[in-house]
C-alpha cells in the first residue's frame, strides 16, 4: 500500500511541479517583453480581473482536475506489476531534460501569447488622446481628411464646431505637488481644497464658429436624446445662424444622443430646408475636432474665474487655420492619427 500510494504522489507531484513553473513561465514573460515597449515604466501588462480569473483557471482548476484523473494505472494493477516502479526509481518524470522541455515550451507559448496579441491589433492605431483606432474608422479618417484637405479658410469659418465636456470648477481631479517649508504640510495655503461626494464639476455643451463662440449651455443632470434635441432648437440652431448665417456647416460627433432617430431627423429637416449642412464626422476623432483645444483655454479660465465670452477671437481662429494642416497630417501618415505638437 506504501509503495501503491508512493507511487501516486511522484507522479502528482512531478507533473504538478513542471505543469506550475510553466504556467508561471507563460504569465511573467509577456510582463517582461511588454517592458520593452513601455519604456520600462513597470506598467503592468494584466488587470487585476485578469489576474484573479487567471489565478482561478489555471491555479485551482488544474489541482481539483487532476485529482479526478489523476490514477493512470490502477491500484490492483501496481500491485500485480512491480516494474511499474521502475520509472520512479530512476526519477525519470524529474529529469533536466524533461524540466528544459517544459521551460522552453513555456518560453515559446508565451511569446506566441504576447506577439500573437501584438500583431493582432497591428491593424489598430492609437490616437493622440489614447483610443484604440480600428482599421474600418481609420479609413474614415483618411476618407474625411483627403475630402476636406483643400478647404479655403472662409469654407472652415462656416463650421460651427460642437461638443460636451466636463469641467472641474473645485478642487482637481488630478494629483497636486506643493512645495512646502518644514513644518508648513498641514498649513491651509498648502492644501487643495476638495468638496464631498465630488460636488465640483459641471457638464456643458458649447459652440464656436470662426474667430466667435457661441453659446455655452450648462447640463444638469444625464444628457439624453431630448435634452440633446432641445439644445440643437434653442443653442446650437440660433448661434449657427447668428455667426455664419443661413447654409452654415454643423460638426458633431457620433455619440448615440446625437445620431439618435428624433435628433437625425431634425437636422435632416433642416438640412432639407436650407438652414443647414450636417458634416459627416469619422468615429474616433475627438482630435480633429478644434473645440477639445478650446476647452482647455476654458478650464484655464474656470480656474481663473474667468468666463467663456473671454476667450479671443485670435485664440480660436489659430485652430481653425490649423484644419488645413490638421487634414494633410492624416492623410499623409496612411494611419489615421497625427502628432499634435508637431501641427
Not at 5 to 19: D, S, T
Not at 38 to 59: K, M, V
Not at 168 to 192: A, P, Q
Request: charged share 20%; glycine share 6%; hydrophobic share 40%.
Amino acid at each position: 500500500m506504501l509503495l501503491v500510494h508512493g507511487h501516486f504522489y511522484y507522479v502528482r507531484i512531478a507533473e504538478l511541479v513542471q505543469y506550475f513553473f510553466y504556467k508561471n513561465v507563460c504569465f511573467i514573460f509577456p510582463q517582461f517583453l511588454y517592458q520593452f515597449f513601455c519604456g520600462f515604466s513597470q506598467q503592468p501588462l494584466y488587470d487585476t480581473a485578469y489576474l484573479t480569473l487567471y489565478n482561478i483557471s489555471f491555479t485551482s482548476l488544474p489541482i481539483l482536475l487532476y485529482s479526478l484523473i489523476e490514477q493512470h494505472v490502477s491500484m490492483e494493477m501496481l500491485k500485480r506489476d512491480p516494474t511499474l516502479y521502475r520509472d520512479i526509481a530512476k526519477n525519470a518524470l524529474l529529469r533536466w531534460r524533461l524540466f528544459i522541455y517544459w521551460t522552453f515550451l513555456g518560453l515559446f507559448d508565451a511569446v506566441v501569447f504576447f506577439f500573437g496579441a501584438y500583431f493582432l491589433f497591428d491593424n489598430a492605431t492609437v490616437t493622440s488622446n489614447g483610443q484604440l483606432l480600428r482599421t474600418g474608422n481609420k479609413q474614415k479618417r483618411l476618407v474625411w481628411a483627403k475630402e476636406h484637405k483643400e478647404w479655403t479658410l472662409d469654407q472652415w469659418k462656416s463650421v460651427l464646431w460642437s461638443d460636451e465636456s466636463k469641467f472641474e470648477i473645485f478642487g482637481s481631479n488630478h494629483r497636486v505637488f506643493v512645495r512646502c517649508r518644514k513644518g508648513e504640510r498641514m498649513d491651509s495655503t498648502c492644501l487643495v481644497p476638495t468638496v464631498k461626494h465630488g460636488g465640483g464639476d459641471v457638464m456643458v455643451w458649447g459652440c464656436f464658429a470662426g474667430d466667435t463662440v457661441g453659446d455655452l449651455f450648462k447640463i444638469e443632470g444625464i444628457l439624453n436624446q431630448h435634452g440633446y434635441h432641445s439644445i440643437l432648437q434653442r443653442h446650437a440652431i440660433p448661434s449657427s445662424l447668428h455667426l455664419v448665417g443661413p447654409s452654415f456647416i454643423f460638426q458633431q460627433d457620433n455619440d448615440p444622443k446625437h445620431t439618435s432617430r428624433l435628433c437625425k431627423g431634425y437636422l435632416t429637416k433642416k438640412e432639407s430646408d436650407g438652414v443647414l449642412r450636417q458634416m459627416t464626422w469619422p468615429p474616433q476623432s475627438p482630435c480633429l475636432n478644434p473645440i477639445e483645444m478650446v476647452w482647455g483655454e476654458l478650464d484655464r479660465k474656470v480656474k481663473a474665474k474667468d468666463c467663456w465670452k473671454t476667450i479671443p477671437g485670435d485664440y480660436l481662429l489659430k485652430f481653425i487655420k490649423r484644419m488645413p494642416r490638421v487634414c494633410k497630417a492624416v492623410g499623409k501618415s496612411k494611419r489615421g492619427y497625427f502628432e499634435e505638437p508637431r501641427i
